[in-house]
């Protein structure tokens, strides 16, 4: 073997460990991932109870000349309370009634009274009931009576009432806080009163019950008479 071929392979010897060490892949790092957060629960609050003051109407059939009574007033429909604002001993409006037109307001509940012309709620409504109370708690209600007589003709007419907005609060729906009152007028009738005895139709009872006493007084007197000339000329 000549010097050439002993280098050869002397060479060859220390490559090929090389090579192969350069071939073989070193291991990479292992990578860790971390799990990803799971979603966090809603922490919002639920909303809080809100009262809804909302007032009632009222429905009623009459004839002209005739009185009748509506029932009107306000009542919570919401699930929170309601802070009344207090104006000295007696409260605050909380309604207002606007009778509908072609009626009379006759008689109303203590409660209530005329709005007075120089106060700025005059503009709202001419007639006014208040709550003394401080709070309006859920599924409470105020009631309230007018009498109304009938002058107008035959038809439908239509009031309303109101409940009294900036006094009550807070209030969630202001949709609900008007309400008609309505009267169907079914043509001329007589004149009576809530809780009255027998209507008074055409003249009054008592000057009909007179004339018959004195038409039966000259009956008698009559009667008298003729006997007493029947008697002298016999």
């Not at 009262?51 to 306000?74: F, I």
């Not at 007589?190 to 000259?218: D, E, H, K, R």
Request: aromatic share 4%; net charge positive; proline share 10%.
């Amino acid at each position: 073997m000549n010097i050439r071929s002993m280098l050869a392979m002397a060479l060859t010897a220390l490559v090929l460990p090389m090579t192969a060490a350069a071939a073989t892949p070193t291991p990479s790092a292992s990578v860790v991932s971390s799990p990803s957060p799971s979603p966090s629960r809603s922490t919002a609050a639920a909303p809080a109870p809100a009262g809804d003051l909302a007032a009632s109407g009222a429905s009623v059939e009459a004839r002209t000349g005739q009185t009748v009574t509506v029932h009107v007033g306000l009542r919570n429909v919401g699930n929170g309370t309601l802070e009344i604002i207090q104006h000295g001993a007696e409260g605050w409006w909380t309604l207002y009634f606007n009778p509908p037109p072609g009626t009379e307001v006759t008689r109303m509940d203590s409660s209530c009274s005329a709005v007075d012309p120089a106060q700025p709620a005059s503009s709202i409504a001419p007639y006014g009931c208040f709550v003394a109370d401080k709070s309006f708690p859920p599924g409470q209600s105020y009631t309230y009576s007018f009498d109304l007589k009938v002058t107008g003709r035959a038809g439908r007419t239509t009031g309303s009432v109101r409940a009294a907005l900036g006094t009550v609060r807070p209030d969630s729906n202001p949709a609900n806080d008007t309400a008609p009152v309505v009267v169907s007028v079914t043509g001329p009738g007589t004149t009576s009163s809530p809780g009255s005895g027998l209507p008074v139709t055409g003249a009054p009872v008592l000057a009909l019950v007179a004339a018959g006493a004195l038409l039966t007084a000259a009956g008698v007197a009559i009667v008298l008479l003729t006997r007493r000339r029947a008697g002298r000329t016999t």
